[in-house]
Nanobody, 127 residues
Framework: QVQLVESGGGLVQAGGSLRLSCVAS????????VAWFRQAPGKAREFVAT????????LLGDPVKDRGTISKDNIKRTVYLSMNSLTPEDTAVYYC????????????????????WGQGTQVTVSS
């Protein structure tokens, strides 16, 4: 039902900045939360940030704490992830994911708890 398409990845020099976009389409009325994860080769998928559509509350994971921002445009149905001070450690495939409203609280840091996933966008940071 819900489709998520990431864009904005590419090759960036260390110390630079990047803004990723995630456009939602389809049955977006059922979409309550959106998050960004990333996965480097040989590593587990890692939580980056999340935002809620209703209240706009955000939570940043360790990878982007103090240097990243997650935001949204409700009309465009787009969620953004801005990162600065990039290092080669940020090199990964960045995934956008979404989830519907749920009656109980749940752990947003666990990839398996999310329902909808985009195909990912590659971010490569050169030194």
């Amino acid at each position: 039902q819900v489709q998520l398409v990431e864009s904005g990845g590419g090759l960036v020099q260390a110390g630079g900045s990047l803004r990723l976009s995630c456009v939602a389409s389809g049955g977006t009325s059922s979409l309550d939360r959106v998050a960004w994860f990333r996965q480097a080769p040989g590593k587990a998928r890692e939580f980056v940030a999340t935002i809620t559509w209703s209240g706009g509350g955000t939570l940043l994971g360790d990878p982007v704490k103090d240097r990243g921002t997650i935001s949204k445009d409700n009309i465009k149905r787009t969620v953004y992830l801005s990162m600065n001070s990039l290092t080669p450690e940020d090199t990964a495939v960045y995934y956008c994911t979404g989830a519907p409203r749920r009656p109980r609280s749940w752990d947003v840091r666990t990839p398996l708890n999310w329902e909808y996933w985009g195909q990912g966008t590659q971010v490569t940071v050169s030194s």
